[in-house]
């Protein structure tokens, strides 16, 4: 499988577009929606869209160099973005931007959306690659990737998708550029969404900022930084204060936190890559392989080895 090079300290594999398809769904379902079902000439270089007939109840975690966008209409589903989790219900939407660690699981059988994968790239003819994040505070690390909406704003949304999906199969002049605006205006309506529920505003005198932006940064940092008192300075906190807020919150200490990450990167390069176990313990820079055996038995309950056998 095609996959980006890792040449830094991350080791998880990066899944590209164009050969992600296996690792989302099963063999094409013939519903005739979006890429459920489509050939070869209709498709549009970096942008695919699915309805959820046909996905697989278990993904990840992995990595990928596309943007993603989750709509549940019915049904249930569980997602971890980072250190964070989520729980799909009917009228809810989640979102990641690329190389952020993901995974699903818990997909009940009633389940049924939308999701829509796309480049960087893609929307450069209305706005430039760098300013996606800026444009749409949910793609931006330090925002909220989860939201749930009222009917007619998840009406609205999906009009854009429907939209979309005729567009894509109807082949008209210009298609190309008329998913691109639909795709755009479906992001807005997201975005009026999450301005309206106010979810950009830092809620610094709450429980759950601490405990929240401490997770964003573990997600981002956990490979250089293991400390609690390095998250502490980047808070602007102690690190006694930092833990006993993390505790109360979560039920789980600072340090933990960042021992799950850890774990969830490991597990995923165990199960993605055929990197050693030696490698991987040099990657995530532990002294040696033994301390990682150690660390990871630890936390799991099972060597790095048998997890591979079993993954």
Do not use: W
Not at 69 to 83: K, M, S, Y
Not at 143 to 160: R, S
Not at 244 to 268: F, H, N, P, W, Y
């Amino acid at each position: 499988m095609s996959r980006k090079n890792n040449t830094s300290r991350e080791t998880i594999p990066v899944y590209i577009l164009e050969d992600f398809k296996e690792v989302h769904r099963h063999d094409d379902t013939g519903t005739g929606f979006g890429y459920n079902s489509i050939e070869e000439d209709k498709k549009i270089n970096g942008f695919e869209i699915y309805s959820s007939a046909g996905v697989k109840p278990v993904i990840g975690p992995l990595k990928s160099d596309f943007y993603r966008v989750c709509i549940t209409i019915h049904g249930t589903a569980d997602t971890q973005i980072g250190l964070e989790e989520f729980h799909h219900v009917p009228s809810s939407i989640s979102t990641t931007y690329p190389g952020q660690l993901y995974s699903k699981s818990n997909v009940s059988k009633d389940i049924s959306g939308y999701y829509i994968l796309f480049k960087e790239t893609f929307l450069e003819e209305m706005i430039p690659a760098d300013k996606i994040a800026a444009e749409f505070p949910f793609f931006d690390y330090a925002g909220v990737p989860f939201l749930e909406l009222k009917e007619e704003e998840m009406k609205a949304i999906t009009d854009f998708i429907f939209r979309i999906n005729e567009e894509l199969h109807q082949q008209k002049t210009g298609n190309g550029k008329a998913i691109r605006m639909h795709l755009y205006l479906l992001l807005l309506e997201i975005k009026r969404s999450y301005l309206a529920q106010q979810l950009h505003v830092d809620a610094r005198d709450t429980q759950h900022y601490l405990p929240a932006r401490f997770k964003k940064l573990v997600s981002r940092h956990f490979l250089t930084q293991r400390k609690v008192s390095d998250y502490a300075a980047m808070l602007g906190v102690t690190p006694n204060h930092l833990n006993r807020i993390v505790k109360d919150s979560t039920g789980r200490t600072a340090s933990a936190a960042i021992s799950d990450m850890l774990i969830q990167e490991a597990k995923a390069v165990l199960r993605h890559t055929d990197t050693t176990i030696s490698e991987i313990a040099y990657r995530l820079d532990f002294s040696d392989p033994t301390s990682f055996n150690r660390f990871f038995r630890e936390k799991t309950g099972i060597t790095p080895l048998a997890f591979r056998k079993n993954a």
